[in-house]
């Protein structure tokens, strides 16, 4: 890493541990006040530094995480999609945004024209993490004519016609998201790009696998209070030690490919490479939830806090992963190669 990239990774750290004591949406604030949402863009030529900082917060605290993850990510987006755009910096300092392009099936946005013409949304979002407190946000929205299209677009949520209902979210793991249904009646909104131009764009599957970093950093976490643990006379204890290294050291490096690969082709399809990392994470994720507790027994589960919160946090969040149809379109997309590529 450059020396940029370390002072960065020193200040969000030092920053963090101001931020333990703080509700999510709170440590979001003071990371933006302290510009440490100023992270490199994906495919820019530092895809690396700004994976390693989203697992330095998912280490932290995965809530927090994904906040600032969707935060990030809008920022990134507001740039590939409106550079030389007004809106790319029409927010206000310090806002909070957020991207909500999860579509549940019983909950989807409607666009439409107002009396001037312009460009309204009506209808529910669903799984709106931080919908209380961001200020903005970008959605994917439906014209009536283009039903397989989505519209991406940039609303401003402190306003009339914006209620954010939280009484649906009843999870345990992740609950300090947040997360929301937002139902929007006759809202302005501002268009960003064309219908389809969200899920076209380069930056979609590279921000598709940094999502998986926030992931792998929290699996870190955990495995860390392993390696704390871990003595000569617990033979148990390193026989999982090592298989959790074996799976977080492949992760890692498969990461770094990844990254570097992405910023050497900036603009190229990045589906395969995405899914490719987020399934292994998500794989070894799994790994080291299954061995770190079995090794280490009931008591950080009951009497350490922050391993509790992550134990219960990590499954949720993972599950942003499509499982198995996500390994069916990867393998779709290998079957297109001659050659994968599976050779060291």
Request: hydrophobic share 50%; charged share 20%.
């Amino acid at each position: 890493m450059n020396t940029l990239s370390c002072r960065r990774e020193a200040r969000l750290q030092q920053a963090l541990g101001r931020c333990a004591e703080r509700a999510p949406a709170e440590a979001l604030r003071q990371l933006v006040a302290l510009s440490l949402d100023e992270l490199p863009l994906p495919g820019g030529g530092a895809t690396l530094a700004r994976w390693r900082a989203l697992a330095l917060v998912g280490a932290h605290d995965l809530s927090l995480a994904k906040l600032y993850e969707g935060h990030t990510d809008a920022l990134a987006i507001l740039q590939e999609l409106c550079a030389g755009n007004a809106l790319a910096t029409s927010a206000q300092p310090g806002s909070l945004w957020a991207v909500w392009a999860a579509e549940a099936p019983n909950a989807r946005v409607q666009l439409e024209r107002d009396a001037r013409g312009e460009p309204c949304l009506n209808g529910t979002k669903a799984w709106c993490s931080g919908a209380a407190d961001v200020e903005h946000a970008l959605l994917t929205a439906w014209w009536p004519d283009q039903p397989t299209q989505p519209q991406l677009i940039a609303v401003a949520l402190r306003q009339p016609g914006v209620v954010v209902d939280a009484q649906s979210w009843q999870a345990v793991g992740m609950a300090a998201s947040a997360s929301a249904s937002v139902r929007f009646e006759q809202v302005p909104a501002v268009l960003v790009g064309q219908p389809g131009d969200y899920l076209r764009r380069p930056g979609f599957w590279q921000g598709g696998a940094g999502v998986a970093a926030c992931w792998h950093g929290a699996a870190v976490a955990l495995a860390q209070a392993l390696h704390h643990a871990a003595r000569p006379d617990a033979p148990l204890r390193l026989a999982a030690l090592g298989q959790v290294d074996v799976a977080l050291s492949g992760t890692a490096a498969l990461m770094r490919e990844a990254a570097a690969w992405i910023d050497a082709h900036p603009q190229a399809d990045t589906q395969a490479v995405a899914l490719r990392v987020r399934q292994a994470v998500e794989h070894t994720a799994r790994r080291v939830l299954d061995e770190v507790p079995r090794a280490l027994g009931a008591v950080p589960l009951c009497l350490d806090a922050g391993f509790a919160r992550r134990a219960a946090d990590l499954p949720v969040f993972i599950r942003q992963s499509h499982g198995a149809r996500d390994d069916a379109a990867l393998g779709g997309l290998l079957c297109a190669d001659a050659e994968p590529p599976w050779m060291p």
